[in-house]
């Protein structure tokens, strides 16, 4: 069984278009509640289907490797916004958790007792990336991100999308934290800073910050709310689930 500790956070990840083996999506379908396999049997097209299967497989399995409790028996609930929470089985750790999944890839945050969000995109999925940006973006980050060399606007452009995202799924409330809101800054120094439009009443000392690149292809963000504690270590963890047996 694993320990994680108070510092630390874990990043679990799983590349979705290599798990292909029949016989081990068979057993993803075992692990699954009922709600989540009649969610699952909606999904009109193969890839979507796929992905909430590995989704659902990850973040079952990844749990049971910090409690000794068979992947199946999780069960969860969801805050008014939608963000999923462990509900039992009873005595478990107080273990945290956020998903993300795009194409071709998945993610799994957990730490112990404070808030946690991940993000993860496709970086090739977007085609007009500064419209996106003038259209959500706050107007401090869309000037940083027109003034990065053309070659690199798209790159910052994820950096900042993912960031976003994961600061709104870590305070739990999705998009009812306007995008515009806050601000990041990634030029100001060795950590990733953010600044707070007074109505959302945060304290940006009080987060933690992280970016990472899983292939070519996507990008990865984590925010933790550490609140006075010192940094966390963010370690990262590929796996496949049911075989990975770390």
């Given amino acids: 069984m694993l320990e994680i500790g108070p510092g630390a956070a874990h990043l679990w990840y799983v590349f979705s278009d290599a798990v292909r083996d029949e016989a081990l999506l068979a057993a993803y379908h075992r692990l699954m509640a009922p709600d989540e396999a009649t969610r699952q049997a909606r999904f009109l097209f193969a890839e979507n289907r796929h992905e909430y299967l590995l989704t659902r497989a990850l973040v079952r399995t990844v749990l049971s490797k910090y409690a000794d409790v068979a992947p199946e028996a999780w069960t969860f609930v969801r805050n008014e916004f939608g963000r999923p929470e462990i509900a039992g089985p009873p005595g478990v750790p107080p273990l945290r958790f956020n998903l993300s999944n795009t194409h071709g890839l998945i993610a799994c945050l957990v730490a112990v007792d404070r808030d946690v969000g991940v993000d993860v995109e496709d970086t090739e999925r977007v085609r007009s990336a500064t419209e996106i940006a003038d259209r959500f973006f706050s107007p401090a980050e869309v000037r940083a991100l027109r003034a990065q060399p053309l070659e690199r606007q798209r790159t ?28 990041f800054h990634l030029d100001d120094g060795p950590t990733i800073g953010i600044s707070f439009d007074p109505r959302l009443d945060d304290d940006r000392a009080a987060w933690q910050f992280a970016l990472r690149r899983p292939s070519a292809r996507h990008m990865m963000a984590v925010a933790i709310r550490r609140g006075s504690d010192p940094p966390l270590s963010i370690e990262l963890k590929e796996t496949v689930p049911l075989l990975d047996r770390g």
């Fill in 156 to 183: 910052r452009f994820f950096e900042y999308w993912t960031l976003k995202e994961s600061y709104i799924k870590a305070r739990g409330m999705g998009l009812a934290i306007p995008l515009d809101h806050f601000s």
